[in-house]
C-alpha cells in the first residue's frame, strides 16, 4: 500500500466488491480502481498529503463518519481521488482503492447506531461549516496534552526524534504536562526559559 500512497498520495484498500464494481481496471498503482464506496479499516497516505490535510477531526467521537469526512477533505486537496461535477450540476467525490495481500479477520464491531447517529449530528452541525483542509489532532487543551505525551512515549520507546512543534508558548500546558516545575517559584513561561529550553522540554508545547 505503501507505494500506491506515495504516488497518489492517499489512498484506500478496494474489498471484493469495489473490485467487482472495477472489472474493467487492474486496481494496481498504474490503474487504481474509482468506487464512490469507503471502507476505512485501511488507509495508506503520503507526507504530504498529511502536511496538507493533517489528522481525523478530533471533534468526532468514538465511532461513525470520521474516515469519510478525512478522505474527502483528501481528495479536496487532490489526493487519492476526483471530484467530478455530474450531469445535474452536484458535485461527487470518486476514491482511489488498490489490491493489497493485506488479510482481514472479522471481528465484532465496537460501533453502533447511537455513536453513529452522534458523529453525524456533529459533521452536519460543526465539522461541515469547517471550510479548512487541515485539521490539528487535537481540539482541546486535554486532547492536545494526551496526543503529545502519547507520540513522546512512542517516540522514546522506538528511539524516533521528537520533533520541535512550532506553536506559541502556552503556559498552562507546560504547567499541566511538566507539574515537577510546582515545587519550584518559577512562572511556567520562566522556568521554560531558564531551564525546559536546554532540557528539551520545549518539544511538548
Not at 137 to 160: G, H, N, V
Not at 177 to 182: A, K, L, R, Y
Not at 183 to 204: C, I, K, M, Q, Y
Amino acid at each position: 500500500m505503501s507505494k500506491y500512497a506515495i504516488k497518489y498520495g492517499h489512498i484506500n484498500y478496494a474489498f471484493p466488491d469495489m473490485i467487482e464494481e472495477n472489472v474493467d481496471r487492474r486496481c494496481d498503482s498504474i490503474e487504481p480502481g474509482i468506487t464512490r464506496k469507503l471502507g476505512g479499516p485501511c488507509i495508506a497516505f503520503s507526507h504530504p498529503a498529511l502536511d496538507e490535510c493533517g489528522y481525523f477531526d478530533s471533534r468526532f467521537l468514538k465511532f461513525g463518519h470520521e474516515h469519510t469526512e478525512f478522505t474527502k477533505r483528501l481528495v479536496s486537496a487532490g489526493y487519492g481521488g476526483i471530484n467530478r461535477l455530474e450531469k445535474d450540476g452536484q458535485a461527487t467525490d470518486y476514491f482511489f482503492v488498490v489490491r493489497s495481500d493485506i488479510l482481514f479477520a472479522s471481528v465484532t464491531s465496537t460501533g453502533n447506531d447511537i455513536d453513529i447517529a452522534n458523529n453525524a449530528r456533529i459533521w452536519n452541525e460543526v465539522v461541515s461549516k469547517d471550510g479548512s483542509l487541515f485539521r490539528s489532532p487535537w481540539s482541546t487543551l486535554p486532547q492536545k496534552i494526551e496526543f503529545l505525551a502519547e507520540q513522546r512515549q512512542i517516540a522514546e520507546r522506538y528511539q524516533f526524534p521528537f520533533p520541535f512543534i512550532q506553536a506559541p508558548f502556552d503556559e498552562v500546558a507546560y504547567g499541566t504536562i511538566f507539574q515537577d516545575i510546582e515545587d519550584t517559584s518559577l512562572s511556567p513561561w520562566r522556568h521554560f526559559v531558564a531551564h525546559g529550553l536546554s532540557e528539551g522540554r520545549n518539544r511538548l508545547v
